[in-house]
């Protein structure tokens, strides 16, 4: 005797063939909806790091890198520390910072560009008081210095270096980075500083580039730099 499905088929082909192919795309569905799905990888959660203090070039201020949350570039939070019985002011124009470990195969270092923001608070400022006796945390734009080496993660500490970029470095890129904020806002961008970061971290490359200068933390992978540079 024939089957139920085959007498189907042979006196309606057409309708056996969609009827089977619904069948099987049900049974698809229900598969894939039993395979669990891939998780994306997410970027590095950031990671609070227990650093010492070390002291900031050119004033009477202490300051530890305390957390990292970016790549080739990103935030970094850092403590500011007043020991002295006066009042000091603060600016990051200038200030770098070194990643932990041998730095001839450490990444990239950062360098802080643009203005700074209050850890409780979205506004901006270019100087900070820091009050006596006090310590406070602040927010730091900071941009890869570095770029023949591989990028930073959040689980990099990192160590304030001992004196500042030279001026007319500081000068350049800072210049440079505020036209590349300017172009972001008459293009329309709600949020112009962010939307500028990939263009800033171009001129802070190219900027540095220019005129190679030594800063804390060089080793072997700076020495074609170095060569360049004389």
């Not at 309606?12 to 099987?24: C, D, E, W």
């Not at 490359?205 to 072997?220: F, I, M, N, P, Q």
Request: net charge positive; aromatic share 4%; hydrophobic share 35%.
């Amino acid at each position: 005797m024939l089957s139920l499905a085959a007498v189907r088929f042979a006196r309606n082909p057409a309708t056996f063939a969609v009827s089977l192919l619904v069948l099987l795309a049900s049974l698809g569905v229900a598969a894939a909806e039993r395979v669990p799905l891939r998780q994306k990888h997410s970027a590095p959660s950031p990671v609070r790091h227990d650093t010492p203090f070390k002291a900031v070039p050119g004033v009477k201020l202490q300051i530890r890198a305390v957390e990292y949350d970016g790549s080739t570039n990103g935030t970094l939070k850092v403590q500011l520390r007043n020991e002295d019985k006066i009042a000091h002011t603060f600016s990051a124009a200038g200030l770098y910072f070194v990643p932990d470990g041998d730095p001839d195969t450490a990444p990239q270092r950062l360098g802080a560009v643009g203005p700074l923001q209050l850890a409780d608070s979205s506004q901006e400022r270019t100087k900070l008081e820091v009050p006596p006796g006090s310590t406070v945390e602040v927010a730091l734009d900071v941009f890869c210095i570095d770029s023949h080496r591989p990028s930073p993660s959040p689980r990099n500490k990192f160590t304030i270096g001992t004196s500042r970029l030279p001026r007319e470095l500081t000068r350049t890129i800072e210049k440079r980075a505020d036209s590349a904020v300017s172009e972001a806002r008459r293009e329309g961008a709600s949020t112009p500083r962010p939307a500028a970061k990939g263009k800033i971290q171009s001129e802070v490359w190219k900027s540095r580039d220019a005129k190679w200068v030594e800063l804390d933390g060089e080793g072997k992978q700076e020495v074609k730099k170095q060569r360049k540079s004389r």
